[in-house]
C-alpha cells in the first residue's frame, strides 16, 4: 500500500509527489499518457526538439520566489539561461516598441523612456501611477510566501476578490499606458470583467525580478522530479489511466485503473486533474461529495487555448533574441484577447526562441503562440489526434501561414527560412495533457466571485485532495505554490 497516490504526472503533481518521497514516504504517480509533463513535455519530429506549452519563468534569480521552491525540488542545477536583463519582452503595438526591463525601478523606468520616445505624452500623475503599480507588483511578491504560512492569507484573498483591469484605470488612468504595461500578459488571461489583481500581479511580478529560459526544453524538469521521485523509492507509472475511484465509508481505499482491471490501494489520494475530471471518477451513489458541488465545478468557465507554430529554421540565419516579442494590433485590442476574434488578424501573438545549443548566435526553432477559442474546434470536439480529417489540416495551416506572415513583418530573417513547421490547437493540449476545452491557464478565476473560482486543494472526502493550475495559481511559479500550499496546509509536512 501507498502513502500517496497521485493522478497526474503533470508539473503539480511531480512536485507534490517528489516533496512527499523525498521524506520518505511511499509514492506514486499514475499518468494516462506514455508520457510525463503535462504542458512541460517536449516532441522530436526529424531529430528537432520542441517545447509544447512551456516557454520561460521569473523569479529565479537568487533568494526570489520561484528559486527558493526550486531549491527545494532540486532543479537549480538545470541549465537555466537568464534573459536580457534590460529587455527581457519586447512588447510591439502597430511600429511602436517597448523594452521590458528586470527591477521594479527600471522596469517603470524604461516603460516611460519608450512611451515618450514612441511620441506619446505621459502627465506626471500617469508616471507616477507607473511607479505605484511597479512597487505594488514588488510588495506582492515580497509576501508570496504568506499564504504559505496562513499568515495574511486574507489580504491575498482581498487581492483575487479586485479587479485587475480597474486597478489599472485607478492607478495608471492613461489607456494606452495601460496596454503597454499589459503588453506580456499573454502567460494570462486579460478579462477585464474577471481577472483579479491577485493573478495579474502575482506573475508579471515574478517576471519583472528575473526571467529565464531552459535550455533544452521544459521536458527536463519533469524527468528530474520523476528520477528523483523513483531515486526515494517511490513509483512514477505511465500508460496507466484512472477510471474510479473507490470511496468506501467515506474515505478513498484505492484507485481503480484501466477500466477495472487492476486497483491501486493507498492512504493518501491526490489527483493533479482538472477538477471537474476528479469528480467524475468519484462515483456519486453513496458519495461525501455533494451533487451540488458538482455542478458548482462542472459549471464553472475555463480561460481560453493556444493555437502554437512550432518553426524549424535554416541554421545560421535566425539571429538569437535572448528575449520574448508579444505582436498586438491595437492598445485596446491587448484587453480583448479573452473574447473570440472572428478576424485573425486582430489577435495578439507572441514569439518565443529557443537557446542555441550549439553555442552560435543562432537559433534553430521560433515557436508563435495564438489565442484560440474552443467555439473555433467543436466541429472536431469527438475526434482523436492524427484522425481529424482533411478540413482540420487545412485549418490549421491557414492559421500558420497568417501567423507566420505577421511575425516576418518583425522578423524578416523567417522568410525563406523555415524549413518546416508544426501545429496544434487546444484540442491537442486537450488530448495530450488532459486539460479541459484545451484551456492554456485552467478554470477562469473571478474577482466577483472568488470564493466560488479560487478552490481549496482539500475536499470533503478526508483523504482526497486536489492541486494544479484549476485551483488558483497557474504558470510554473502558480502551479510550483500549489503543490507547496498542500504539502504546507495538508497536514503532510510533519508526516
Not at 476578490?161 to 500578459?185: C, H, N, P, W
Not at 470583467?193 to 535550455?215: D, G, K, M
Not at 508563435?368 to 474546434?377: C, G, R, S, T, V
Given at each position: 500500500?501507498?502513502d500517496?497516490?497521485?493522478t497526474?504526472?503533470?508539473?503539480?503533481?511531480?512536485?507534490?509527489?517528489?516533496?512527499?518521497?523525498?521524506?520518505?514516504?511511499?509514492?506514486?504517480?499514475?499518468?494516462?499518457?506514455?508520457?510525463?509533463?503535462?504542458?512541460?513535455?517536449?516532441?522530436?519530429?526529424n531529430?528537432?526538439l520542441?517545447?509544447?506549452?512551456?516557454?520561460?519563468?521569473?523569479?529565479?534569480?537568487?533568494?526570489?520566489?520561484?528559486?527558493?521552491?526550486?531549491?527545494?525540488?532540486?532543479?537549480?542545477?538545470?541549465?537555466?539561461?537568464?534573459?536580457?536583463?534590460?529587455?527581457?519582452?519586447?512588447?510591439?503595438?502597430?511600429?511602436?516598441?517597448?523594452?521590458?526591463?528586470?527591477?521594479?525601478?527600471?522596469?517603470?523606468?524604461?516603460?516611460?523612456?519608450?512611451?515618450?520616445?514612441?511620441?506619446?505624452?505621459?502627465?506626471?500623475?500617469?508616471?507616477?501611477?507607473?511607479f505605484?503599480?511597479?512597487?505594488?507588483?514588488?510588495?506582492?511578491?515580497?509576501?508570496?510566501?504568506?499564504?504559505?504560512?496562513?499568515?495574511?492569507?486574507?489580504?491575498?484573498?482581498?487581492?483575487f476578490?479586485?479587479?485587475?483591469y480597474?486597478?489599472?484605470?485607478?492607478?495608471?488612468?492613461d489607456?494606452?499606458?495601460?496596454?503597454?504595461v499589459?503588453?506580456?500578459?499573454?502567460?494570462?488571461?486579460?478579462?477585464?470583467?474577471?481577472?483579479?489583481?491577485?493573478?495579474?500581479?502575482?506573475?508579471?511580478?515574478?517576471?519583472?525580478?528575473?526571467?529565464?529560459?531552459?535550455?533544452g526544453?521544459?521536458?527536463?524538469?519533469?524527468d528530474?522530479l520523476?528520477?528523483?521521485?523513483?531515486?526515494?523509492g517511490?513509483d512514477?507509472i505511465?500508460?496507466?489511466?484512472?477510471?474510479?475511484?473507490i470511496?468506501?465509508?467515506?474515505v478513498?481505499?484505492?484507485?481503480?485503473?484501466?477500466?477495472?482491471k487492476?486497483?491501486?490501494?493507498?492512504?493518501?489520494?491526490?489527483?493533479?486533474?482538472?477538477?471537474?475530471?476528479?469528480?467524475d471518477?468519484?462515483?456519486?451513489?453513496?458519495?461525501?461529495?455533494?451533487?451540488?458541488?458538482?455542478?458548482?465545478?462542472?459549471?464553472?468557465?475555463?480561460?481560453?487555448?493556444m493555437f502554437?507554430?512550432?518553426?524549424?529554421?535554416?541554421?545560421?540565419?535566425?539571429?538569437?533574441?535572448?528575449?520574448?516579442?508579444?505582436?498586438h494590433?491595437?492598445?485596446?485590442?491587448?484587453?480583448?484577447?479573452?473574447?473570440?476574434?472572428?478576424?485573425i488578424?486582430?489577435?495578439?501573438?507572441?514569439?518565443?526562441?529557443?537557446?542555441?545549443?550549439?553555442g552560435?548566435?543562432?537559433?534553430?526553432?521560433?515557436?508563435?503562440?495564438?489565442?484560440m477559442?474552443?467555439d473555433?474546434l467543436?466541429?472536431?470536439?469527438?475526434?482523436?489526434?492524427g484522425?481529424r480529417?482533411?478540413?482540420?489540416?487545412?485549418?490549421k495551416?491557414?492559421?500558420?501561414?497568417?501567423?507566420?506572415?505577421?511575425a516576418?513583418?518583425?522578423i524578416?530573417?523567417?522568410?525563406?527560412?523555415?524549413?518546416?513547421?508544426?501545429?496544434?490547437?487546444?484540442?491537442?493540449?486537450?488530448?495530450?495533457?488532459?486539460?479541459?476545452?484545451?484551456?492554456?491557464?485552467?478554470?477562469r478565476?473571478?474577482?466577483?466571485?472568488?470564493?466560488?473560482?479560487?478552490?481549496?486543494?482539500?475536499?470533503?472526502?478526508?483523504n482526497?485532495?486536489?492541486?494544479?493550475?484549476?485551483?488558483?495559481l497557474?504558470?510554473?511559479?502558480?502551479?510550483?505554490?500549489?503543490?507547496?500550499?498542500?504539502?504546507?496546509?495538508?497536514?503532510?509536512?510533519?508526516?
Amino acid at each position: 500500500m501507498y502513502d500517496f497516490v497521485i493522478t497526474g504526472a503533470g508539473l503539480a503533481g511531480l512536485e507534490f509527489g517528489y516533496l512527499m518521497a523525498k521524506k520518505g514516504n511511499r509514492v506514486c504517480v499514475l499518468e494516462k499518457d506514455s508520457r510525463i509533463g503535462g504542458c512541460l513535455q517536449t516532441f522530436r519530429r526529424n531529430g528537432m526538439l520542441y517545447d509544447t506549452g512551456f516557454h520561460y519563468v521569473g523569479g529565479l534569480d537568487e533568494g526570489q520566489p520561484l528559486n527558493t521552491l526550486f531549491k527545494e525540488l532540486d532543479l537549480l542545477d538545470l541549465p537555466w539561461k537568464r534573459l536580457d536583463n534590460d529587455a527581457f519582452d519586447e512588447v510591439i503595438v502597430g511600429d511602436e516598441h517597448y523594452f521590458f526591463a528586470n527591477g521594479f525601478d527600471n522596469f517603470a523606468e524604461r516603460i516611460i523612456t519608450d512611451y515618450k520616445s514612441n511620441g506619446h505624452e505621459i502627465s506626471k500623475e500617469s508616471a507616477e501611477g507607473v511607479f505605484k503599480y511597479a512597487r505594488f507588483l514588488k510588495d506582492v511578491g515580497d509576501n508570496i510566501f504568506n499564504v504559505l504560512d496562513n499568515a495574511a492569507h486574507s489580504n491575498t484573498m482581498d487581492l483575487f476578490a479586485r479587479s485587475a483591469y480597474q486597478f489599472l484605470k485607478e492607478t495608471i488612468k492613461d489607456d494606452k499606458l495601460i496596454g503597454v504595461v499589459s503588453g506580456t500578459s499573454m502567460k494570462l488571461e486579460l478579462r477585464p470583467e474577471t481577472l483579479p489583481l491577485y493573478t495579474f500581479a502575482q506573475i508579471n511580478s515574478s517576471f519583472i525580478r528575473s526571467a529565464w529560459r531552459l535550455e533544452g526544453g521544459g521536458m527536463q524538469i519533469a524527468d528530474k522530479l520523476a528520477e528523483g521521485i523513483r531515486s526515494f523509492g517511490g513509483d512514477v507509472i505511465t500508460n496507466v489511466e484512472v477510471t474510479k475511484f473507490i470511496e468506501n465509508e467515506g474515505v478513498i481505499k484505492g484507485v481503480e485503473i484501466n477500466g477495472g482491471k487492476e486497483a491501486i490501494e493507498g492512504k493518501i489520494f491526490i489527483s493533479s486533474i482538472h477538477p471537474k475530471l476528479t469528480l467524475d471518477l468519484v462515483p456519486k451513489e453513496g458519495s461525501r461529495i455533494k451533487n451540488i458541488f458538482r455542478k458548482r465545478i462542472g459549471n464553472l468557465g475555463n480561460t481560453y487555448g493556444m493555437f502554437t507554430v512550432n518553426m524549424r529554421l535554416k541554421d545560421g540565419v535566425v539571429p538569437y533574441k535572448n528575449r520574448n516579442i508579444y505582436i498586438h494590433n491595437s492598445f485596446d485590442s491587448i484587453w480583448q484577447q479573452s473574447e473570440y476574434q472572428p478576424d485573425i488578424s486582430s489577435r495578439s501573438l507572441m514569439i518565443s526562441y529557443q537557446v542555441p545549443t550549439d553555442g552560435s548566435m543562432f537559433t534553430r526553432n521560433i515557436d508563435i503562440l495564438m489565442p484560440m477559442y474552443w467555439d473555433e474546434l467543436t466541429r472536431w470536439e469527438g475526434t482523436k489526434v492524427g484522425r481529424r480529417g482533411g478540413e482540420y489540416e487545412d485549418m490549421k495551416r491557414r492559421l500558420a501561414e497568417k501567423c507566420i506572415e505577421k511575425a516576418t513583418e518583425y522578423i524578416p530573417e523567417l522568410k525563406g527560412n523555415i524549413k518546416e513547421f508544426h501545429t496544434s490547437t487546444p484540442l491537442t493540449y486537450r488530448d495530450y495533457t488532459g486539460a479541459v476545452e484545451g484551456s492554456a491557464y485552467g478554470i477562469r478565476k473571478d474577482c466577483n466571485n472568488s470564493l466560488m473560482t479560487v478552490l481549496a486543494p482539500n475536499t470533503t472526502i478526508p483523504n482526497l485532495y486536489m492541486t494544479g493550475q484549476n485551483l488558483n495559481l497557474h504558470g510554473v511559479l502558480g502551479v510550483t505554490m500549489t503543490a507547496f500550499m498542500l504539502y504546507r496546509h495538508g497536514k503532510f509536512k510533519d508526516i
